[in-house]
């Protein structure tokens, strides 16, 4: 029986869809090494018709490397390394922005594993845009300005602390990670560890400032790179099937999670894989 997995492009900068695969049982060595390089090729990877359970998809994240488990977000029964993302009417999303999971800590995650449980009629569709493809965009000269600087990246701004106060418990849960997850510095472009390509690391999810220029250059530079990583011609749009798995590369991506469907719910489980301290080597 042939091993080989089936890679089908979404696009020239990102996404590729994977097949010939069964997730819900264990990868041999030589499948999980062709999983593992479609993801850094393409940054973005989708599988269909993946009924996996919450304890095989943190079994499949666990060869990608350890994994986070998230200070605010509930998880499966009895799988803490799988968050359950449920959106609804009581509980409406908070991931409608363009944003790279996570990058609130000092090692944000190298990638993640998304699965589709239960789905709206339609909508709730998620993009994906390469860091890498908008960074080889810009001009040389505005590479060279935007590689030596660091950019603030802020918990509190995706969680703000008033969303958060349903329960005593759950204000709690707040305050706790938000003390342990004080604003930090991350280069503006980081390196790839393992492709050593360059992609733009700043996010409207967690990114809230430029330090080394002014606060008015840096709102100005932040505005563009926003607006710029965000174009269509560096995206893929997943329309999401019950059983869908995507798996991506956060240290070069960007998502944006589509809020287009309430009142119905959508249910997704989500494990998040540990990377390593970003940093910028020309």
Do not use: C
Not at 49 to 55: G, L, R, V, Y
Not at 83 to 112: E, M, R, Y
Not at 244 to 259: E, F, L
Request: charged letters at 20%; proline letters at 7%.
């Amino acid at each position: 029986m042939s091993e080989r997995l089936h890679i089908t492009p979404s696009g020239p900068f990102i996404g590729a869809e994977v097949s010939g695969v069964d997730l819900t049982r264990p990868l041999s060595d030589n499948q999980f090494e062709q999983l593992y390089h479609a993801m850094l090729r393409h940054q973005v990877v989708f599988l269909r018709e993946q009924a996996i359970t919450p304890q095989q998809q943190r079994a499949l994240a666990l060869r990608f490397g350890d994994l986070h488990i998230h200070p605010v977000y509930p998880h499966a029964d009895g799988v803490e390394e799988i968050i359950v993302l449920d959106t609804h009417n009581d509980n409406p999303p908070d991931n409608d922005n363009w944003h790279t999971d996570v990058t609130f800590i000092d090692t944000p995650p190298a990638g993640a594993i998304l699965a589709a449980k239960l789905l709206p009629q339609s909508g709730g569709d998620t993009l994906w845009t390469s860091g890498i493809a908008a960074f080889e965009a810009l001009s040389a000269p505005l590479r060279a300005l935007l590689s030596g600087l660091r950019a603030e990246h802020d918990f509190t701004r995706s969680f703000p602390e008033y969303k958060h106060r349903k329960t005593p418990e759950e204000h709690q849960r707040w305050r706790d990670a938000a003390a342990k997850n004080p604003p930090l510095l991350h280069p503006v472009v980081r390196t790839h560890p393992v492709t050593g390509k360059q992609a733009l690391f700043v996010n409207e999810g967690f990114t809230t400032r430029i330090v080394d220029v002014t606060a008015k250059e840096s709102e100005a530079l932040l505005g563009f790179l926003f607006a710029h990583v965000t174009k269509p011609e560096f995206q893929v749009r997943w329309r999401w099937q019950e059983g869908d798995i995507a798996i991506w590369d956060n240290r070069v991506t960007q998502h944006y999670a589509n809020a287009d469907y309430l009142p119905q719910r959508r249910i997704m489980h989500r494990a998040t894989i540990l990377g390593d301290r970003p940093f910028y080597r020309g």
